[in-house]
Nanobody, 125 residues
């Protein structure tokens, strides 16, 4: 079965860190750009970052620049989102999705290929 599974979400205090994982099963991730997105209650889904097949980070949202880092480990078939200095504005369900190799869908805000079900991040003291 082909699927993406996000993990690593949870409750963290403001200023804390989390590392999210996006693991693929049933297909190799190294043929795909992978985007991370998030959606908070009552808000539209927004792109957080994307990573291309040649390991180039693309399109960090202004609100996460300097705090979040996207990376990939093709051996583990996993893409990560390291989130540091978490703000009260960061809570959301975080999703990953497959894209064209150079993150074309992410950049053009068009349809991504496949989505995971998301992982919830909560920031609270």
């Amino acid at each position: 079965q082909v699927q993406l599974v996000e993990s690593g979400g949870g409750l963290v205090q403001p200023g804390g860190s989390l590392r999210l994982s996006c693991t693929a099963s049933g297909f190799p991730l190294d043929y795909y750009g992978i985007g991370w997105f998030r959606q908070a209650p009552g808000k539209e889904r927004e792109g957080v970052a994307c990573i291309s097949v040649d390991d180039i980070s693309i399109g960090y949202a202004d609100s996460v620049k300097g705090r979040f880092i996207i990376s990939r480990d093709n051996v583990k078939n996993t893409v990560y989102l390291q989130m540091n200095s978490l703000h009260p504005e960061d809570p959301a369900v975080y999703y990953c999705a497959t894209d064209e190799p150079q993150c074309k869908g992410y950049v053009e805000k068009s349809v991504m290929k496949a989505w995971g079900k998301g992982t919830l991040v909560t920031v609270s003291s």
